[in-house]
């Protein structure tokens, strides 16, 4: 049940709210909005203003998982929540289909290498030596690609000091959108528990933290608007491993990223090597190709959704 919320498309509050309809409906009672409020107070032990809670249940109605018989009349919609879950169900099917692509292809990547006797040169760097080598590396490379949780670019100035990145994000910034000279693609699932709580390290307030992620958000959606040369596609379960890569004009190099039990970036693997440069990224062009760029209107409705994410996990 704890990822059925995620399933339907709905908040966690969102889901709550339908799982007390659900619970009056099973007990007999009618599901008029006291109810409801009544027994959401009963269960989870506080209650929900009015206000919010008919926005609640309006988009619960748009969702197709409630309906509203007559106007203080609120119920399940067994029907349309049975047809959102096939949906779901075909989607998680073809994306497990296309994992395992992946997984194929990543397995012949390095039987080749080995096949042919190449091996990498591969180091393990910890997070400031990382960052110091990403930028060296970034003042000559000719593309630059990124699997990550969420782009580190838009870190409020501060909190990117702070974590060690103001001088790899100003190569960036500087030769990706300042000059144009370097083409920047991110393929994200804009997960927002990283720059909360690297923001919550730094300011060790929950409210400035919280205040600060809104700012990254409001900080990605002026540079998706503004920098031509940065492209962000959204991809909700992009598979494998965090990848940072420097294209260069005549061999690749890569990071992997090494993260805690938090997500927190700790450092990472730097590989060099023709071949398994050239494996990542065409695997990250095969994957971008799938993943849908963020531009305006959609790109305003991710990050309103995931400064919906904010809101219900960390906006308390």
């Known amino acids: 049940?704890?990822?059925?919320?995620?399933?339907?498309?709905?908040?966690?509050?969102?889901?709550?709210?339908?799982?007390?309809?659900?619970?009056?409906?099973?007990?007999?009672?009618?599901?008029?909005?006291?109810?409801?409020?009544?027994?959401?107070?009963?269960?989870?032990g506080k209650r929900i203003q009015n206000p919010n809670l008919f926005s609640i249940l309006k988009e619960l109605m748009e969702k197709n998982v409630v309906v509203r018989p007559s106007p203080a009349d609120y119920r399940s919609n067994i029907k349309g929540i049975k047809q959102i879950l096939q949906a779901k169900?075909?989607?998680?099917?073809?994306?497990?289909?296309?994992?395992e692509s992946v997984l194929e292809?990543?397995?012949e990547y390095f039987k080749k290498i080995a096949d042919e006797g190449i091996a990498p040169f591969v180091k393990f760097l910890t997070y400031e030596p990382m960052h110091n080598s990403s930028a060296k590396k970034l003042s000559t490379a000719t593309h630059y690609w990124s699997v990550t949780p969420f782009p580190y670019m838009s870190y409020t100035p501060t909190v990117a000091s702070h974590i060690g990145i103001h001088d790899y994000l100003d190569v960036l910034i500087e030769r990706g959108c300042k000059t144009k000279e370097l083409p920047i693609t991110y393929l994200t699932n804009l997960e927002i528990e990283s720059p909360y709580l690297n923001a919550l390290n730094f300011h060790k307030s929950k409210k400035k933290a919280y205040r600060a992620t809104e700012a990254t958000l409001d900080r990605l959606s002026n540079q998706i608007a503004l920098y031509e040369n940065?492209?962000?596609?959204?991809?909700?379960?992009?598979?494998?491993?965090?990848?940072?890569?420097?294209?260069?004009?005549d061999f690749s190099e890569l990071f992997l990223a090494v993260r805690d039990e938090n997500g927190l970036l700790k450092g990472g693997l730097y590989i060099k090597g023709p071949s398994i440069s050239s494996a990542f990224l065409s695997d990250m062009k095969d994957r971008c190709q799938r993943a849908k760029r963020l531009h305006g209107e959609y790109a305003e409705e991710m990050i309103s959704s995931a400064k919906e994410r904010l809101k219900q996990k960390y906006g308390k």
Do not use: C, H
């Open 1 to 44: 049940m704890e990822n059925l919320s995620m399933y339907l498309g709905i908040t966690n509050q969102q889901f709550d709210v339908l799982n007390t309809i659900i619970s009056l409906e099973e007990g007999g009672e009618i599901a008029t909005p006291k109810n409801i409020n009544k027994k959401y107070a009963y269960n989870y």
């Open 89 to 99: 169900d075909g989607q998680m099917k073809k994306e497990l289909k296309e994992f």
């Open 105 to 107: 292809k990543t397995t």
């Open 230 to 249: 940065l492209e962000v596609r959204f991809l909700e379960r992009p598979f494998g491993l965090d990848i940072n890569l420097m294209e260069q004009e």
